[in-house]
């Protein structure tokens, strides 16, 4: 009796055990069937750039110029570079996105659909900041994808992608939300994009497709890997939808994405500085910089002070700030919370238009010099116009020069840095600079702060002798 009762036993807890993984793992087939169709497979061409590579061998590359032709093979045309991604079509008169690296700079712009079928597209609009691009073909018989809430999607929440990763169509792969809001900046070290990370097979080939939650819906495109390999290693990064309708919204009515600005460099606040400002905990958006002119300093905000919260959203990293200001429409006037000498304030600011990057290729023209530097070891000269534009600055002094072994060399700085501030002493100018570099102290550090390409930074720097 015992004996048959253990059985049973073990036969209700297999049972209980295997309902419980069947709820687990959740099915898939309706969901990937229903919605492959609406996922393409892009391919690019670019002819400016052509494919090149030096596979000769080490001797032949040791090999003095003059006699190299007499051991290299004919040349082979060289050819168009070719890429490719994903994308997915969100109408049905033809309008497809996809990430804006898969397309930039291409010259041809070929789609495939699942029923082979292959378009030319027309690229409509692409938004560098946020990777996105909309495209567009002239088809017809489309089956598009539904948009998901991405601000409703949870960490541990199941999703699936779909794309060509490696060239290989239509691939399917599944995870969970590993974490949301990831700050991850650009190139250009900007940070608008408040990242869904999941743990799906994403690889090359994968970006710009679809990331869609258990109910079919797309809730992020794919867009970014973490990896040492150049394959999935569990870490990849996705644009929430929230943020993409928006994106692609504008880009379908003018071409191009406005964003707010609220004209601020921000930092992190750690616990130390935490309980210098009177914080309880380290949260915030710790303000280094406040541009001349911008909506910050029209509304009263001053360096120092610490944005706790932003448009009734609770600011917990400085990446959360540039998040929210990014999404809102210029021209919109919203409150925020800050900390100010270890007190509590609130203030109404009207957010602004980002500037764009025409000017991206302006440079200072720095000439050489044969000046030691003086006590520092720099050579410096006041900002020229242009320059002060670019990066709304006013006041300070531009580095032409630095002196190797000398303090401002130890300190980090470099030639195209703009000197603000000396000890506890702001250089407006030239003659600013003079005086305070004349008074520093011998063998004591002092805090100095500086712009680098537009963004404050405070070092220490020491006059040894």
């Known amino acids: 009796m015992i004996k048959c009762c253990t059985q049973y036993l073990l036969l209700f807890c297999l049972v209980v055990s295997g309902t419980a993984i069947a709820r687990g793992l959740p099915e898939l087939t309706e969901l990937i069937e229903e919605n492959s169709s609406a996922v393409v497979k892009i391919n ?20 003095p110029d003059i006699f190299r032709h007499l051991f290299e093979p004919r040349r082979r045309q060289q050819r168009p570079v070719a890429s490719m991604g994903s994308g997915f079509i969100i109408s049905d008169n033809g309008y497809i996105v996809t990430n804006n690296h898969v397309v930039n700079g291409a010259d041809q712009v070929t789609v495939t659909l699942t029923d082979r079928r292959e378009y030319k597209a027309e690229v409509i609009g692409t938004d560098v900041r946020s990777d996105l691009a909309l495209l567009k073909i002239d088809a017809d018989d489309l089956t598009a994808v539904r948009w998901g809430d991405s601000e409703e999607l949870q960490v541990g929440e199941w999703v699936v992608a779909i794309g060509s990763p490696f060239g290989l169509d239509y691939s399917a792969s599944a995870g969970i939300v590993s974490a949301m809001g990831r700050s991850i900046p650009n190139e250009s070290r900007e940070n608008y994009v408040p990242f869904i990370q999941t743990d799906v097979a994403i690889n090359p080939g994968n970006s710009g497709g679809p990331l869609f939650n258990l109910e079919g819906r797309v809730v992020g495109i794919n867009s970014q890997i973490y990896t040492r390999s150049g394959g999935s290693i569990g870490l990849s990064f996705a644009i929430p939808a929230s943020l993409a309708q928006d994106v692609v919204a504008q880009l379908k009515e003018k071409g191009r994405v406005d964003r707010g600005w609220l004209g601020v460099g921000i930092s992190n606040v750690d616990r130390d500085m935490a309980e210098a400002m009177g914080l309880d905990k380290p949260v915030g958006a710790l303000v280094e910089q406040v541009s001349p002119g911008a909506p910050a300093a029209e509304a009263g905000i001053m360096p120092g002070d ?6 009734g959203q609770r600011i917990g990293v400085h990446g959360d700030l540039p998040h929210l200001v990014g999404q809102l429409r210029p021209g919109t006037e919203v409150s925020l919370e800050l900390m100010r000498n270890r007190k509590s304030e609130k203030l109404k600011v009207i957010v602004g238009t ?3 990057s025409d000017d991206e290729g302006a440079q200072a023209t720095v000439k050489p010099s044969s000046i030691v530097g003086g006590r520092l070891g720099l050579v410096v000269e006041q900002i020229p116009e242009g320059l002060k534009q670019r990066w709304n600055v006013d006041t300070g002094v531009l580095i032409k020069q630095v002196v190797p072994g000398k303090p401002g060399a130890k300190a980090g700085l470099r030639s195209g840095d703009i000197i603000a501030q000396l000890g506890f002493e702001e250089v407006g100018d030239m003659e600013d600079y003079k005086a305070v570099v004349k008074e520093l102290p011998k063998n004591e550090l002092l805090p100095i702060r500086f712009f680098r390409s537009g963004q404050s930074t405070f070092r220490t720097i020491k006059i040894e002798s």
């Open 44 to 63: 690019t061409l670019d002819r400016s750039r052509v494919a090149r590579g030096n596979n000769a061998p080490q001797f032949q590359q040791d090999i």
């Open 306 to 311: 610490v944005i706790t919260r932003f448009n």
């Open 354 to 356: 980002l500037p764009g």
